[in-house]
């Protein structure tokens, strides 16, 4: 299998809004991780 990802490295003047817009996650994409376990 290969596997691939990446590092992003977020502003230090930006890390609060990085936040605010990740955090929580949607209801519908938890509900997702509950169904297939992965939370």
Request: proline share 8%; net charge negative; charged share 30%.
């Amino acid at each position: 299998m290969i596997r691939k990802a990446f590092v992003m490295q977020v502003n230090p003047d930006a890390h609060e809004e990085y936040q605010r817009r990740h955090n929580p996650i949607w209801p519908e994409l938890e509900a997702v991780l509950e169904i297939s376990r992965c939370a």
